[in-house]
């Protein structure tokens, strides 16, 4: 089972990052403001899992990544970056398979 926590940052700020059981992180989001449109950014995350969702980058280094996105195409979350496009694509699957279930941890 999948788990969301929300952090505040170093400038009071918040911030999501959903992990695996294992503890791994899976996608970070942007930071937020406010603890509300923080918790609105987690909430649309867990309900954003079609693939249609996830847009496979590629950096200028040439590690892929992928970044979830809501339906207006705003930006949820931001992946690690992966060696290959086949680990980035599981990292995709990890996250629609966990996301909707994860629980969430209010670490602030």
Known sequence: MGKYQITATADS???WVLK???GEILITSETYTDFQM???G???SKESIDLKNFAK???SG???YFNQTAG???VLGTSEMYSSSTA???GIESVSKKAPTAVIQDLT
């Open 62 to 64: 040439g590690t892929h």
């Open 38 to 40: 923080c918790l609105k």
């Open 13 to 15: 700020q918040y911030r």
């Open 42 to 44: 987690l909430r649309s």
């Open 72 to 74: 207006n195409g705003q």
């Open 88 to 90: 980035r694509d599981a």
């Open 20 to 22: 695996a059981s294992n």
């Open 57 to 59: 980058e590629l950096s």
